[in-house]
C-alpha cells in the first residue's frame, strides 16, 4: 500500500512571507502603529502624573486666592490690590514652603505698612492682616500739615477727608523745624517722636474730651527737660498736664486717661477747669494744681 506524501511548494511560503512583511512596513500601518505608541505612551504619562498636574493647578496662587486688608479710610484700596497683584506675579504655590515668609517680607517693605499682623494659608488662599500706619496727630498750620503716625513717621494718606483729619490733634513744641520732604520717614526730632507716642494714647478719647492740641514747652531736642510735661489743651484754654516728658513712665496710660474720665464724669467738662489752674493727672489722680506757667502767645510754635 502506497502513502501519498503532499510535497511543499516553497516558492508559495516565499510569496506568503513576502506579503506579510509588506504589510508589516506599509506606511499606513506604520503611521497608525506609531500614533498608538504615543496615544498610549500619553495615557500612561497621564495615569502617572495627572494627579500631580491637578494638584499644581489646584495649589497656584492667583489673586482671586490672595486677600489683604483694606486701609480705608486713610489709604485707597488700590494698595492692597497692588500688593495682590505683586504677590500674583511671583506664580507661588500654596503648597511653597517659604510662602509665608516670602509674602510677609514683601508687604512689610511697603512705607505705607506699619506691621504684618498675621499671615495664614488654607487650601482656599492666603490671608494676610496689615497694620497700616495711620496718623495720630499732625504738625504744621493749616496751609501745610504734614500728618505722623504713633511712630513719628510721616505719614501721606491717599484720602483726608475734613471729617477724618479733624479729631486728631495738632502737635505743638518751640522751635520745631518743619520737614517738607520727609515722606514715610522718621521725623528726626526725639520730641515728635515722644509727642507721638502720647497723641496715639489719648486718640480715642480727645474728641470726646474737647482736646485738639497737645503741647509740650521742652525747646531743645537734645536736652530732655523733666520742667516741661506734655500738656493737652482744649480750644477754650483749658490745661491738662498729662504726663512729664523724656522721662521713663511709671503711670501706665490706662490710669492716666481713667483718671481724665472720671474727673469729666463728676465736672461734666475740662472746661471746668478753673482759670489760673491746670488738671495735673501725672500720678494717676486728678489733682487742680495752680499753673506753673502763664499761656505764653510769643511761642514760636510750628
Known amino acids: 500500500m502506497f502513502r501519498t506524501m503532499a510535497k511543499t511548494n516553497p516558492s508559495r511560503s516565499y510569496l506568503s512571507w513576502g506579503a506579510v512583511w509588506g504589510v508589516l512596513t506599509h506606511p499606513v500601518l506604520f503611521f497608525f502603529v506609531a500614533a498608538g505608541g504615543i496615544v498610549g505612551g500619553a495615557l500612561w504619562s497621564w495615569n502617572q502624573f495627572s494627579d500631580g498636574i491637578r494638584i499644581q493647578g489646584r495649589w497656584r496662587l492667583t489673586e482671586t486666592r490672595i486677600e489683604i486688608s483694606s486701609g480705608l479710610p486713610w489709604y485707597a484700596e488700590a494698595h492692597a490690590r497692588r500688593l495682590t497683584e505683586m504677590l500674583a506675579a511671583e506664580q507661588h504655590s500654596l503648597t511653597d514652603a517659604h510662602l509665608i515668609r516670602r509674602a510677609v517680607e514683601l508687604v512689610a517693605a511697603e512705607p505705607f505698612v506699619a506691621k504684618v499682623d498675621s499671615a495664614t494659608k488654607t487650601h482656599r488662599g492666603l490671608t494676610i492682616a496689615v497694620r497700616y500706619r495711620l496718623p495720630v496727630a499732625w504738625i504744621g498750620d493749616d496751609t501745610l500739615r ?19 483729619a479733624h479729631p486728631l490733634p495738632r502737635l505743638l513744641m518751640p522751635d520745631l523745624v518743619p520737614h517738607r520732604g520727609l515722606d514715610w520717614a522718621l521725623w528726626p526730632d526725639p520730641r515728635v517722636i515722644e509727642g507721638a507716642r502720647v497723641c496715639e494714647e489719648i486718640a480715642p478719647r480727645a474728641p470726646a474730651w474737647g482736646v485738639n492740641r497737645v503741647i509740650t514747652y521742652w525747646r531743645n531736642p537734645q536736652f530732655p527737660s523733666r520742667e516741661s510735661p506734655w500738656e493737652l489743651w482744649t480750644p477754650q ?27 469729666i464724669a463728676t465736672h461734666g467738662s475740662l472746661s471746668a477747669i478753673p482759670p489760673g489752674y491746670v488738671l495735673d493727672i501725672r500720678d494717676g489722680r486728678a489733682q487742680l494744681v495752680p499753673e506753673l506757667r502763664a499761656v505764653r502767645h510769643d511761642q514760636p510754635w510750628r
Open 146 to 164: 504734614r500728618f505722623i503716625d504713633a511712630q513719628g513717621v510721616i505719614v501721606v494718606p491717599d484720602i483726608v477727608a475734613s471729617d477724618d
Open 237 to 263: 484754654g483749658a490745661r491738662v498736664l498729662y504726663r512729664d516728658a523724656a522721662v521713663s513712665d511709671a503711670v501706665t496710660a490706662a490710669k492716666r486717661i481713667e483718671a481724665i474720665d472720671q474727673w
